[in-house]
């Protein structure tokens, strides 16, 4: 196979990858949805409904370049196989949680799976497929995690009113078994042409600071920045890094090229999407309290709005898909984030009731500038990378986004806390002001409590349009850097090589 023609069978092999990529974004979305549920289940304070989110995260982050590095290594297929079933097993494991300690243990482990899967299907999508027909493949990727993110509320909300919670864990078992059986029948095993010993010292380091470091993030907010804790896992975090960061010259077998961020397509493409993940990473966790506590929807309808979102980025894919070729990726991603920027300036004014018209309007924006930008943004930085360290690349990728939803979790939902804290009413007891669920809550049964709890929601709205606000920043920062860093129309061409298929 020549790069220039790209694998015989590499459309179907593309579906079955996407059927991988499904099961984790319907997990991410449908779990937005099921929030207040699982709050009230388990009485969850916000900081540990924050941890159910971010345990995911956590793990999914600081095992991507592990994982990335080990698909290169031992096969791209065999790692999402592997993937695929500790995702399955643990979405099980977490439908039957006794508790919510239990519940974001399992998400860790969902988090391990997720991380064998992500880095290896686009690694795959490098290797079978030639370079002019990459920002189609991405498009099209993108595209169905979408009809993912639109599938998992819809189906989410339907199974926790007529349900419980349960159900969004549930869903994954079934899609999980589908998908194993494309990625066993249709994807080959590819990896890098010349095998390469796995760095155990390296991996510990990598890993260590990753997570250390997200968590930091993500407990600052909750603990305080100056902590014992968050302070100690920030230090072990960076110390981590850092160790990493000198070793990687020196080792044999070095897990990351860390010559690639002097190359401007991959270090400005890599920011401007890190930018802008920081804003889009807790918008869902945002408007379903929005959508529940202050519009009064249920579950189902908040599901509904997530629906212009993913058919925003379908519309958007089919011209980002195609558009590269003509006007250049630098065009596509500026342009991608200026409609995106204009989505969350929509999301920032919405009103205190009717807003739910107003909310599918931002989401579709900012589908529509995800969905023209993405693609280019993925073979940009992928381009940059020789093709046998793909699985590396495209865990470098990943990890760029999912340290941008932590900092978008952590310092927006802490923005969030601050500034709704900050505009109720003097004289609440600590609980009752930890979130605007629990506000309502305990203005129930209580002399005044209407008067309380419509201070609540305008508090809420308030401070909502503040993060929304930092949102439309967050894009436009990235459509500067993708302006500023990235090259013109005609960006170098890299041949292929490199990749062994069998």
């Known amino acids: 196979m020549s790069d220039e023609e790209g694998h015989a069978r590499r459309w179907a092999i593309l579906v079955a990858l996407c059927a991988a990529l499904l099961v984790i974004v319907i997990d991410n979305t449908v779990l937005h949805v099921a929030v207040p549920a699982i ?6 304070s916000t900081g540990q409904l924050q941890a159910v989110i971010d345990a995911y995260v956590v793990v999914f982050a600081g095992l991507l370049i592990t994982a990335g590095v080990l698909s290169d290594r031992y096969g791209r297929r065999r790692t999402v196989v592997v993937g695929l079933l500790v995702f399955g097993g643990a979405s099980a494991l977490a439908a039957a949680a006794p508790s919510v300690g239990w519940l974001i243990a399992m998400r860790a482990l969902m988090g391990v799976g997720a991380a064998l899967v992500m880095p290896a299907t686009l690694a795959v999508l490098v290797a079978v497929f030639p370079e002019r027909e990459r920002p189609r493949a991405f498009a099209v990727w993108s595209a169905v995690a979408s009809v993912g993110m639109a599938a998992g509320p819809l189906l989410g909300g339907a199974l926790v009113d007529a349900w419980s919670w349960a159900g969004v864990f549930l869903i994954n078992v079934p899609v999980v078994a589908l998908a194993l059986v494309g990625v066993v029948r249709l994807v080959p095993e590819t990896r890098a042409r010349h095998g390469r010993g796995l760095d155990l010292p390296g991996t510990v380091l990598v890993t260590v600071g990753m997570t250390g470091l997200v968590w930091a993030l993500i407990e600052a907010p909750a603990q305080g920045y100056a902590s014992p804790a968050v302070l100690t896992g920030a230090l072990v975090a960076v110390a981590a890094l850092v160790a990493f960061g000198v070793r990687q010259p020196r080792s044999p077998v070095p897990m990351v090229d860390l010559r690639l961020y002097r190359d401007r397509r991959f270090s400005g493409a890599s920011f401007a999407v890190a930018v802008m993940t920081v804003a889009t990473g807790s918008t869902l966790f945002i408007l379903s309290q929005y959508l529940q506590l202050v519009l009064d929807y249920g579950a189902f309808e908040t599901g509904l709005a997530a629906v212009p979102l993913a058919a925003g980025v379908v ?20 342009a991608g984030f200026a409609v995106t920027a204009a989505g969350f300036a929509v999301l920032a004014l919405l ?4 807003g739910y018209g107003a909310v599918c309007a931002g989401l579709a924006l900012a589908g529509v500038g995800s969905g023209v930008a993405g693609p280019s943004a993925t073979s940009t930085v992928l381009g940059a990378v020789p093709p046998e360290r793909a699985g590396m690349g495209s865990a470098l990728n990943d990890t760029h986004q999912q340290l941008g939803i932590a900092l978008g979790v952590a310092g927006l939902g802490s923005l969030l806390a601050t500034a709704y804290r900050g505009a109720l009413p003097d004289g609440l007891p600590d609980h009752a002001a930890s979130s605007l669920g629990a506000t309502l809550s305990y203005a129930k049964d209580r002399a005044g409590g209407s008067a309380l709890a419509e201070s609540a929601r305008t508090a809420f709205v308030d401070a909502q349009s503040l993060t929304m606000t930092l949102g439309v920043v967050a894009a436009l920062s990235g459509a500067t850097v993708a302006f500023l860093a990235l090259p013109g129309p005609r960006p170098p061409h890299r041949s292929g090589g490199g990749v062994r298929i069998r």
Do not use: L, N
């Not at 709050?39 to 969850?44: E, L, P, R």
């Open 39 to 44: 709050g009230d289940a388990f009485a969850a």
């Open 351 to 354: 009103p205190e009731s009717e």
């Open 315 to 334: 519309a958007g894919s089919a011209v980002g898909g195609r558009a590269p070729a003509r006007f250049g990726a630098r065009a596509c991603i500026v």
